[in-house]
């Protein structure tokens, strides 16, 4: 460890005492820290190797930059599939998060670029890590990059090393839960919603454990346990965020189902989220279709495309908002051999309660063909879109006839 990284540390130490004993509240105290964080991830990445030869490569400044740019947004704001602050999913297909293209293969002239370095970086980082073992800002960087790739599988033994290296770390026990929720078809029972308790208890004020455990309360059908979180996490949220309209929407919704005023305090809202529980279930359930909101059209393959796709290969069939956020507002998922099939959006196909097809009256359909099975696109893939329609639509047609490119 250089000197630099030395006296680093100790200044994200010295940020982290002055946080718990309530000098800094949390928007200042994660204001403080990133810039600290970046620099120290940058000296990290590159300082060689103990037993690197005198020919081994450093990674270039701009790869450096850009692996612990992506991966910081995503520490400090990402959520992997239930929605963040500012940022859309990065489980989801199309992922803007930290530069990457969205839905299709978004519409980022550099996004290419910018993806292929990213993931030579990461799998330098990777490198880096098995003679690194007990380097803590080494694990959790590589796991929020597996994370970033759609790499969950990889991502969670990641999170796992960070957090036995520091487990009183809010974030990493979030992104653990959220991890281990997604890897576990998207539910939050046992002990994704142990970890997620744990980092409320650290930190009451930590937007993506609240909104991991309002969304595992709404799922458990605990709608008022639901409210709490959500309320909680809008007080703490910028109100001119474009979150903040989807998560207007969800707290309506779960009020609606608690029985609950639209403008009165859920029951016990009073209460630390410390000590607020989160309920779990056996299983996710499905949020109804709400106002009406049901978009059903159908989906084929170009004849010119048929020998670029496996049967296997994953199909996603997605809905976004028009305007603004890209996370997807509802999913499908199918295979090629599916193909054709006629496909029905609404509610009950929502990714999170924070973002649902009926908030949005006008909607954008991304279809694509995964060659991997991740969600994040990737040269090679194929996709078809539609163009703005009413999130009621019917008869939407789409064909599948463009090619991911490099």
Do not use: C
Request: glycine residues 8%.
């Amino acid at each position: 460890m250089t000197d630099t990284q030395t006296r680093l540390r100790q200044q994200l130490q010295q940020l982290k005492a002055r946080h718990e004993r309530g000098d800094l509240d949390a928007p200042a105290y994660a204001a403080a820290k990133t810039p600290l964080e970046r620099e120290l991830l940058d000296q990290m990445l590159a300082t060689p190797l103990p037993d690197a030869g005198p020919t081994t490569p450093r990674p270039s400044m701009r790869m450096v930059s850009l692996l612990s740019a992506a991966v910081l947004a995503l520490a400090s704001a990402g959520y992997l599939w239930t929605g963040s602050p500012g940022m859309p999913s990065a489980g989801a297909p199309g992922m803007a998060a930290a530069g990457s293209g969205g839905g299709g293969g978004g519409d980022d002239a550099s996004h290419t670029d910018n993806e292929a370095e990213f993931i030579v970086a990461v799998e330098k980082l990777a490198e880096r890590m098995k003679a690194e073992p007990d380097n803590l800002e080494g694990w959790a960087m590589l796991a929020r990059s597996y994370a970033r790739l759609g790499r969950h599988a990889d991502a969670l033994p990641a999170f796992e090393k960070a957090v036995a290296l520091k487990g009183d770390d809010p974030r990493l026990l979030s992104d653990l839960a959220d991890t281990l929720a997604v890897q576990n078809g998207r539910d939050l029972a046992g002990r994704p919603t142990d970890l997620v308790l744990r980092a409320l208890k650290i930190d009451p004020d930590n937007g993506k454990a609240l909104a991991l455990a309002g969304t595992a309360a709404f799922n458990a059908n605990d709608y008022a346990g639901a409210v709490r979180h959500w309320e909680h996490l809008a007080k703490i949220s910028p109100a001119d965020s474009g979150f903040m309209q989807q998560l207007q929407g969800s707290i309506t919704e779960a009020r609606k189902r608690a029985g609950l005023p639209a403008d009165a305090p859920a029951a016990g809202a009073v209460m630390s989220q410390a000590a607020a529980p989160v309920a779990a279930s056996p299983a996710a359930k499905p949020v109804a279709a709400a106002d009406g909101a049901v978009l059903r059209g159908s989906v084929r393959l170009a004849p010119a495309l048929a020998k670029q796709a496996a049967p296997t290969d994953t199909v996603f069939i997605f809905a976004r908002a028009a305007e603004g956020s890209r996370m997807p507002l509802a999913i499908l998922r199918h295979q090629v051999k599916d193909l054709p099939l006629d496909f029905q959006l609404d509610d009950s196909s929502a990714m999170t309660p924070a973002s649902r097809l009926s908030a949005f009256p006008k909607v954008i359909v991304s279809v694509r063909i995964s060659k991997s099975g991740q969600a994040t696109p990737s040269a090679g893939d194929l996709m078809g879109e539609s163009g703005p329609v009413a999130n009621t639509a019917s008869g939407v047609r789409i064909e599948i006839a463009e090619v991911v490119k490099n």
